[in-house]
């Protein structure tokens, strides 16, 4: 199975800072058809996940564009600009390159 | 639009057996394969498994296998969550999501299971 680590598990940001998350895998999450099968979802309390990217950096309607999606292979990245009091809750990412899909564990972000 | 409605929350007995409906709508079922996610309190997200539902092709979780059942109603647009011998370890909110992208879920079935 193809395990993913995020890192950190935790953040505490500054209203209007920058802050970052990675999400390495065990694995190259490239495809043969040339697509790169990962994805990041945001979780509020109480509330369902929500996509914000599908292959790696391609960002889901309504997303803004403070986030973005980056990376390649093994390791991407999630960057958050200017980080708002509505970006608290718990980000994920997760594959699809193959089944069982996985996901992180989860970094949860709260605000100073 | 695109929805995923299921069903709604449940008390099980451990040993009891439960079933999860998810009820699309604004697209048929079949044209997308479907995965169901459960996330344990304060916990996670944790895959449980995926169906093809045009063809009815099936992949579990490991730890889950032989326990659980996945389905799909053409008929009625609706996907089916079966989990059987149910203990503590089971208790979370059940979601459905559609494949691939995970891109709509429904909006969770919590499920608890008492010993």
């Known amino acids: 199975d193809i395990v993913l680590t995020q890192t950190p598990l935790s953040l505490s940001v500054t209203p209007g800072q920058s802050t970052s998350i990675s999400c390495r895998s065990s694995?190259?999450?490239?495809?043969?058809?040339?697509?790169?099968?990962l994805y990041w979802y945001f979780q509020k309390p109480g509330q369902r996940p929500q996509l914000l990217f599908y292959?790696?950096?391609l960002r889901s309607s309504g997303v803004p564009d403070r986030f973005r999606g980056s990376g390649s292979g093994t390791h991407f990245t999630l960057t958050i600009s200017r980080v708002e009091a509505e970006d608290v809750g718990v980000y994920y990412c997760?594959?699809?390159?193959?089944?069982?899909?996985?996901f992180g564990q989860g970094t949860k972000v709260d605000i100073k | 639009q695109v929805q995923l409605v299921q069903s709604g929350g449940e008390i099980k007995n451990a040993g009891a057996s439960l079933r999860v409906s998810c009820k699309a709508s604004g697209y048929i079922l079949t044209t997308y394969g479907l995965s169901w996610v459960r996330q344990a309190p304060g916990q996670g997200l944790e895959w449980v498994g995926w169906i093809d539902t045009n063809n009815g092709d099936t992949r579990y979780a490991k730890n889950l296998q032989g326990r659980v059942t996945l389905t799909a109603d053409r008929s009625t647009n609706t996907a089916y969550l079966d989990l059987r011998s149910l203990t503590s370890d089971d208790t979370a909110v059940y979601y459905c999501a559609r494949e691939r992208r995970f891109d709509y879920w429904g909006q969770g079935t919590p499920v608890t299971v008492s010993s």
């Open positions: 292959e790696v950096s």
């Open positions: 997760m594959q699809t390159l193959e089944l069982p899909r996985t």
């Open positions: 694995q190259s999450l490239l495809h043969s058809d040339g697509n790169t099968y």
